[in-house]
C-alpha cells in the first residue's frame, strides 16, 4: 500500500491513493457484516430470511400463513398441532377471525415463533 505521512497543526495524517481508501472502507463493511453475522449465529434469538420478513412487513401478508408456509406445513398440520379445526385457522389467516389468545398462544408456539410476531 502507498501511502504518505504529513503534518498539520501538529497533527499527523496518512495519504492514501483513492482506488486504496475506497478499498479500505469496502473491507472495513465486509469485516463489519462478518462480525453481524458471527453474532447473529451465537445469538439464542430465531432469525428469518430477509424473504420471510417483506412478505409480513412489506406485502402485509398473515404472520400466521407466511411463518406456516416457511416451516413447511400445511393448514391442516398446524391445526392438528394446536388443536383446533382446519376451517378456524384458515379464517384466523384471511382475517375473517382474530383468533383467541389462547389460540394465537398456541399457534405461535407451534410455529416457533413469539405472541408478538403473529398478533
Excluded at 472495513?28 to 453481524?36: P, Q, R
Aim: aromatic residues 6%; charged residues 35%; negative net charge.
Amino acid at each position: 500500500m502507498k501511502m504518505e505521512t504529513i503534518t498539520r497543526e501538529g497533527q499527523e495524517f496518512v495519504l492514501v491513493p483513492t482506488n486504496e481508501y475506497e478499498q479500505l472502507l469496502e473491507d472495513v463493511e465486509m469485516l463489519a457484516d462478518i462480525k453481524d453475522y458471527r453474532e447473529a449465529k451465537l445469538s439464542e434469538e430465531q432469525t428469518f430470511p430477509g424473504e420471510v420478513i417483506d412478505r409480513i412487513i412489506l406485502k402485509d401478508e398473515n404472520p400466521i400463513r407466511v411463518y406456516r408456509e416457511y416451516r413447511g406445513l400445511t393448514q391442516q398440520q398446524l391445526a392438528d398441532k394446536v388443536g383446533i379445526q382446519r376451517a378456524y385457522l384458515m379464517e384466523v389467516e384471511t382475517g375473517r377471525k382474530a383468533g383467541s389468545v389462547k389460540t394465537l398462544k398456541a399457534i405461535a408456539q407451534a410455529l416457533g415463533v413469539d405472541l408478538d410476531d403473529i398478533a
